[in-house]
Nanobody, 115 residues
Framework: QVQLVESGGGLVQPGGSLTLSCVAS????????MRWYRQAPGKERALVAA????????NYADSVKGRFTVSRDNAKKTVYLQMNSLRPEDTAVYYC????????WGQGTQVTVSS
C-alpha cells in the first residue's frame, strides 16, 4: 500500500523556521522524483520545490528561492523541506508528491505563519 505521510507543520511567527518531513512507503522511493506543493485558501495548488531521484537535482519556485531547501534521504525513504525566513504568504497546506510513471500524494500538513 502506497503511503506518503507529511509532518512538521504548525504555527510559526514571521521570520521563523520549520522543517517538513514526508515518509514514504509502498513503492521504490529512490526511483521517484519528489516534490512539495502548497495550497493556500482560495488558491490553486502550486509547486514549491522538487528533488530528482538519483542525481538529486533541485528546483524551486521563485517565491521560495534562497529561503527553502529540499533534500532527501533514500535510506530513510524521507524527503524534507527546510523553510527559513517564513512569511505570512507562506501560509498553506503543504503536500508531498512522488512522481515517476505514477503519481502519489500525501494528506498534507498545515503551515501557518502569523504573529
Amino acid at each position: 500500500q502506497v503511503q506518503l505521510v507529511e509532518s512538521g507543520g504548525g504555527l510559526v511567527q514571521p521570520g521563523g523556521s520549520l522543517t517538513l518531513s514526508c515518509v514514504a512507503s509502498g513503492f521504490t522511493f529512490s526511483s521517484y522524483t519528489m516534490r512539495w506543493y502548497r495550497q493556500a485558501p482560495g488558491k490553486e495548488r502550486a509547486l514549491v520545490a522538487a528533488i530528482g531521484s538519483t542525481v538529486s537535482t533541485t528546483n524551486y519556485a521563485d517565491s521560495v528561492k534562497g529561503r527553502f531547501t529540499v533534500s532527501r534521504d533514500n535510506a530513510k525513504k524521507t524527503v524534507y523541506l527546510q523553510m527559513n525566513s517564513l512569511r505570512p504568504e507562506d501560509t498553506a497546506v503543504y503536500y508531498c508528491n512522488a512522481v515517476r510513471l505514477s503519481s502519489f500524494w500525501g494528506q498534507g500538513t498545515q503551515v501557518t505563519v502569523s504573529s
